[in-house]
């Protein structure tokens, strides 16, 4: 908490002020992180749409790289600290991580035309090296965005075309 509260510019037991535990704080952040990535991911895909269904996956692509290259603390806390959410915060959570895959599924379909087992693989997959790689980049932010966008959208359409 008290490096929560540094970060933020005050002391760790002033949050307490404003979130009764460390579990609400967690909550509060995992819900809010979770509602940004579906909202902008539902805003670009809505902007790019009137170009085409690979205009929209580039759009979801270049969103959740910017997400993961800008905030990758804040990835790693969502995946080793889910299960340390209340039942209600967790529940929360997880509705809108599906609702963000769906998001992805439905794009990555409509630009490949692949079946519903292979996509959503493959939004699970892409995520993972997204989320992944900014960790262990060796290259300057612009440079490593240029590059998992162009693995993950090779990745993407490149999936198996139905028979």
Do not use: C
Not at 23 to 34: D, H, K, N, Y
Not at 79 to 100: A, I, K, N, P
Not at 102 to 120: F, K, M, N, Q, Y
Not at 123 to 132: D, K, P, Q, R, Y
């Amino acid at each position: 908490m008290h490096e929560i509260g540094e970060a933020v510019g005050t002391s760790g037991p002033a949050l307490y002020k404003h979130f009764a535990s460390k579990e609400a704080l967690l909550g509060t952040m995992l819900v809010e992180i979770s509602e940004l990535l579906l909202a902008e991911g539902l805003r670009r895909a809505e902007a790019a749409s009137p170009d085409g269904p690979r205009a929209e996956l580039l759009a979801l692509v270049r969103w959740h790289v910017e997400f993961a290259l800008t905030r990758p603390a804040l990835i790693s806390v969502q995946f080793r600290d889910l299960e340390s959410l209340g039942q209600d915060d967790r529940r929360t959570v997880r509705r809108l991580q599906r609702q963000y895959v769906e998001l992805w599924v439905r794009v990555i379909r409509s630009a490949t035309g692949t079946d519903e087992d292979h996509t959503r693989s493959a939004a699970h997959a892409v995520f993972g090296l997204i989320n992944s790689t900014p960790h262990s980049a060796r290259l300057g932010t612009q440079e490593m965005a240029a590059l998992l966008e162009q693995l993950a959208v090779s990745a993407l359409l490149g999936l198996p075309q139905p028979r």
